[in-house]
């Protein structure tokens, strides 16, 4: 086995030779370990990915016709990254978006996200109708391409792309923005790690843009985790309200058999039968409060360790942001002046600013969204025996953006988000 780098070679009969189409696409007969997807091109079976272990001949007799070249776009890029800035890529995407999306997909994405001549804003309500729009185009777009598929091709993921477009239409007609977010953070932090490969290979600045690479996973990690946060949120309220129509159940069954009881009716088998009966529904109401509130409860600490956890992870990229990688930032500019090389990368410095306190704005807003949801249902007004979670993570994630907004008036760097007061 031997683990090698192959552009395109297709087989070409009338010529009698190997032609090269593309850097992106290797044709496989048999017996090769991929680690990606599957395509068709004509009867040709197309595997698009960089690297894969080869055992067996690369070679395949069919026609086929040669596509034209043109500008590289940005998923092409991506796959020319080293195998570490693949991973990267590869973090990015999951089960709410699998990476087979982004790839099937890849030139319509950029087109609809980066290929418009204004500047989209999703919290911009002016740019809500467009973004809503392209959401469910892509969900249109990526059924169909699912239906097209070859059916009877165990390598194709036909299936895992429908399951996708299902989920995306579950979740994200009535959430457009969030989709659109994590599509635009991922091309952007795509186009990073092409524009550091670029840079890094012309000045050598390899150990700047792993560092740079590291930043920006960490920060799409915890965008992910407070996804999930808003998740918990979603699946709390839905608790609560359950919870509460079966409250309202439980008084309308008491107020039944108090009525019934106040007539003084004289003893029966009926009336025994009635009062057991009644006897059997409130036990039967009581047991399933009782799992409401065992699930509310696992939801709570549920909610509270993702947000603990998230926080800490906040804290800690924003130590390293602030503390080093502006700080050098500082010292870079001063060693300029005596002629050193500057590297200025002040734009993505801001960029990761701004993610910061976007990340900080949200996980205190679903702090205050958990600290609400609290205080409607009786059992968590209780005292604990602990100490209130929530509480103490408000003054962290408060904190943490005090100290974002003190370190940039000390520092003089512009800082442009603007957000609700928290």
């Known amino acids: 086995r031997k683990s090698q780098f192959l552009s395109s070679i297709f087989w070409n009969r009338s010529s009698n030779k190997y032609s090269n189409l593309s850097a992106s696409y290797i044709i496989l007969t048999e017996g090769g370990s991929i680690y990606s997807n599957v395509i068709y ?93 392209v959401v469910i185009e892509l969900i249109n777009v990526l059924e169909a391409k699912a239906q097209n598929m070859v059916n009877d091709d165990p390598c194709l993921n036909r299936i895992r792309l429908i399951n996708a477009a299902q989920t995306f239409r579950q979740r994200y007609t009535t959430d457009p923005l969030a989709l659109y977010r994590f599509l635009r953070h991922c091309l952007t932090v795509e186009s990073h790690l092409v524009e550091q490969m670029t840079v890094g290979n012309a000045l050598g600045l390899n150990a700047i843009a792993d560092e740079s690479a590291e930043i920006m996973e960490r920060l799409a990690q915890i965008k992910q985790k407070t996804m999930e946060t808003a998740d918990i949120l979603r699946r709390m309220e839905q608790e609560q ?13 008491e107020g039944i058999m108090q009525l019934h009881r106040m007539r003084a009716q004289p003893i029966t088998v009926q009336t025994q039968q009635l009062e057991k009966d009644f006897n059997a529904q409130k036990e039967r109401i009581d047991y399933e409060l009782k799992q409401k509130i065992t699930g509310l409860m696992q939801l709570k600490n549920e909610l509270e360790e993702k947000i603990h956890t998230t926080v800490s992870d906040l804290s800690h ?71 209130d979670r929530l509480a103490s993570l408000q003054e962290k994630v408060k904190f943490l953006y005090d100290m974002l907004n003190v370190y940039y008036a000390f520092t003089n760097f512009p800082f442009v988000v603007v957000k609700d007061s928290l």
């Open 317 to 387: 990229l924003q130590g390293k942001v602030l503390d080093d990688e502006l700080t050098r930032w500082k010292r870079d500019q001063q060693l300029a002046g005596n002629g050193a090389f500057l590297n200025n990368n002040l734009d993505t410095l801001q960029s990761w600013c701004e993610d910061l306190a976007e990340l900080i704005w949200h996980n205190r807003h679903q702090l205050k969204e958990a600290e609400r949801l609290k205080q409607n249902i009786p059992v968590f007004s209780q005292p604990q025996p602990t100490m």
């Open 241 to 253: 309200e359950a919870f509460a129509i079966k409250c309202h159940d439980r008084q309308k069954l």
């Open 41 to 133: 091109v004509g009867r040709v079976k197309v595997i698009h990915y960089t690297y894969f272990l080869l055992t067996h001949s690369v070679e395949c007799y069919f026609d086929v016709k040669e596509r034209k070249h043109e500008k590289m776009a940005l998923w092409n890029k991506v796959q020319q990254l080293n195998e570490a800035s693949i991973q990267k890529v590869h973090s990015l995407y999951g089960e709410h978006f699998p990476i087979e999306v982004r790839y099937i997909l890849a030139g319509w994405i950029e087109d609809k996200i980066l290929g418009v001549s204004v500047d989209i804003d999703p919290d911009n309500p002016a740019h809500e109708h467009y973004i809503s729009n």
